[in-house]
């Protein structure tokens, strides 16, 4: 057979199976199915009529108007936009949810905790939480070549041991902590500061022995000398990332203060601001910052490799010149201490009272450490079984 004659059979064939399928549904077996509307999240269906037969489906029972598809669409939320849920608070963070307009359905999401969006009445235009500063506070208007630029907080004759700094006052912005401000105030146990203080004043909180833990505005650009001096219940502190300027003696005697973390921006130290620190325990410096490491924790000068301060965990880190005057003074908890060969000079009560301070290791012979100049008193008062060891000896 032709191959022409095959494909003609073939059609021939086929044109038999279609009319057979015509022929056997000549009349349609019709069932009727309801109409259902779609809603958000279910399709829904076309009113029509159906053959079991052959599966055709109809919108009338005279099969006038066949149709290919009966199933319509889910139509999906038509969500509003995200909000709050109370209670929020933005330091707290909370959840925030939407709702459908079709049918009511929500949606919910977590608010990352952020800092309070003031307005000039001290209202958060995202929250709404008000604050409510300390009562008595006393003010002094900032003028600079004519212009009032805010306020300076100067002290006050208040009773409460919570002091609450609002951001604005008269709705100019606070912007300093006076010298001597809350000196003596033993009875201070919190400070809240929602103000964007840029300067915090000589002796600001000198004395006020109740502080735990003070959290200072990122906003900080200097703090004065003896700022938290003899502030000796603090515990921890964090320099934020704008301070430049840490005057001396500011953390003087802070005995129990454990934390230390430095910030980003910081460029200038002053003398003995670190003091007596003696229990300090964990000492870190932003790595971005180009003055100062937090290598060993422990707080080195870069350009000089001074090493400021260290604590009772410290390592020295190799790479240091010098270990300043009163490093180590009063840790008690430092039991062994190894001191790089490239360390030229060690200062006056760099490791006095270190009472518990048994074995001290130079990296270096013997005689390169007699010749090494030290300080005064620079190990008065360790303890009493101290010696010195030399991990390199000449030949």
């Given amino acids: 057979m032709h191959k022409r004659e095959v494909t003609s059979a073939a059609a021939i064939c086929l044109s038999g199976i279609l009319l057979f399928s015509l022929a056997a549904c000549r009349e349609h077996a019709l069932t009727f199915t309801e109409g259902r509307e779609a809603t958000c999240t279910e399709p829904g269906v076309v009113a029509h009529w ?91 208007r900032i003028v600079e070549n004519g212009r009032e630029l805010g306020y300076s907080v100067d002290g006050g004759a208040s009773e409460e041991h919570n002091l609450i700094i609002p951001r604005y006052h008269n709705s100019l ?58 502030c000796s219940e603090l515990e921890e502190i964090a320099i934020p990332s704008a301070t430049e300027v840490l005057g001396s003696r500011a953390f003087y005697g802070c005995s129990r203060l454990k934390t230390l973390s430095i910030g980003a921006g910081l460029a200038k130290i002053g003398r003995s601001a670190f003091f007596n620190c003696a229990s300090l325990e964990t000492i870190t410096v932003d790595a971005a910052n180009e003055t100062f490491s937090g290598a060993g924790n422990c707080l080195v000068e870069r350009a000089t490799g001074l090493l400021i301060r260290g604590g009772n ?73 101290f010696t010195v060891r030399f991990s390199a000896e000449a030949e």
């Fill in 313 to 385: 965990n410290s390592k020295i880190p190799a790479g240091v010149k010098e270990i300043g005057e009163y490093a180590f003074n009063g840790c008690e908890e430092l039991r062994s201490i190894t001191i790089p060969h490239t360390v030229e000079r060690i200062g006056d009560f760099a490791f006095r009272d270190c009472t518990g301070l048994r074995e001290l290791i130079y990296e270096g012979t013997q005689a390169e450490w007699e010749a090494l100049p030290k300080g005064s008193e620079w190990n008065k008062y360790v303890h009493e079984t």
């Fill in 50 to 140: 159906h053959c079991d037969d052959c599966g055709l489906d109809y919108l009338d029972r005279e099969e006038k108007e066949p149709i290919e598809d009966v199933v319509i669409p889910a139509k999906g939320h038509s969500f509003g936009e995200f909000r709050p849920v109370e209670p929020f608070n933005c330091l707290l963070g909370g959840e925030e949810a939407r709702y459908c307009s079709v049918c009511n359905a929500e949606e919910r999401r977590s608010i990352t905790p952020a800092a309070h969006q003031w307005d000039f009445d001290n209202v958060c235009k995202v929250c709404g939480v008000a604050c409510h500063e300390t009562e008595g506070l006393k003010y002094t």
């Fill in 173 to 230: 912005p606070v912007l300093e902590l006076g010298e001597g401000a809350f000196e003596g105030r033993e009875d201070l146990v919190e400070f809240v500061c929602y103000a964007g203080l840029t300067s915090i004043g000589d002796s600001a909180f000198e004395g006020c022995t109740g502080f735990k833990r003070i959290i200072l505005p990122e906003s900080v650009v200097s703090i004065g000398a003896d700022a938290f001096r003899s």
